[in-house]
């Protein structure tokens, strides 16, 4: 008898779903990326407690027919590529082929879904990576999913999970991350039925900053534009009294896709050579517009990291962009132009949007840190005024600033 065997599909699911889907997060974040490739221009996403009681996802993308949504739900089965040479341009944010099936073997998942000219919608429900059950129902256009009992089959994942408040903070990140990436789409996040953020959709990134973060880190930012001959960068960086203890406030989005990757850390923090204290970062939050075929993005299980092809050539220009910024401008703490004529990003009508307290995370409205998987959490205790953790401008001295 042979000691080599063929897993079980079943089996072989739950070894796919590990990779992809390792926390709640990863649901929202596979869910909503799924919704803007569809072209989604609002989305809402409402989570229960840590994630794993309830996740709602619902767009108003282009829905799905009966066929495509039964479809969706084998491994492998995409719109997003047809051929090995897609993988070489990639442009959407999915690709494999994987979360629902993934989603779907450990978890109750239910889809409802509509083309906008379709008569009636399709409803299927999956557990545990069993056999779908369908119904035709009516439904608006677009596709709205609930995802109930996240590793009810497999409780041993569970034992991982950090506390529930960090991994409610892990869901906001995730949707922080692919708001500032699409800043033309209107996010409407809530947890436990109470707003967390909503975006405008107006496709103003500063828009999104100020929505999310606060006025007091919006009005520290410094306009950068880059357009170089491998790559064009736009977005803002903060003054260099606007730092943090981690890179916790470090948006790099290539594509509209947010990353990690040494070189724009390098390209970065170089330019601010000089500037910053020992050990304290800079916030920045860059857009990257290159050509698909120079990036690699098939390279990480989650596609959090990107490969350049002309890596040097990007740092490059990151570098010599920050470092030209910063020095067009006066950088000496508490003196700030009027935003009239001043480096910050431009006020729009979006500003007209209810503003967080200033001094606090419109998110939290508490300390933050980063943790070691690099995403937000809160800490149970604020940390006091009088510890001189803030670097914005020098710590005023007052309860309730902005700690890191």
Known sequence: MSKIGILEKEVANLIAAGEVIERPAAVVKELVENSIDAGATHIDVAFVGNGLDLIEIRDNGVGMTREEALLALHRHATSKIKSAADLTAIRSLGFRGEA?????????LKILTAPADAVAGTLIKVEGGGGPLVETCGAPAGTHVTVRDLFYNTPARKKYLKRPRTEASH??????????SHPGVSFNLTRDQRPVFTTTGRGELADVIATIFGREIWEELLTLKIE???????????????????RTLQYFIVNNRYVKNPTLLGGLESGYHGLLMTNRYPVAFLNFRLDPGEIDVNVHPTKLEVRFSREGDIRRALHHGVADTLGRHNLVPGVRPKFSSGPGPSPSKALTVPMPAMGTDARWGERVREDSLGTFSAPPAPISPGGGESFIGGWSGKPGGWKT
């Open 100 to 108: 629902l099936t993934s989603i779907a073997a450990v978890a109750r």
């Open 228 to 246: 170089d001959e491998a790559v064009d960068i736009s977005g803002y960086i903060g003054r260099p009294s606007l730092t943090r203890s981690n």
């Open 171 to 180: 869901i906001v990140e995730a949707v922080t991350r692919l708001a500032l």
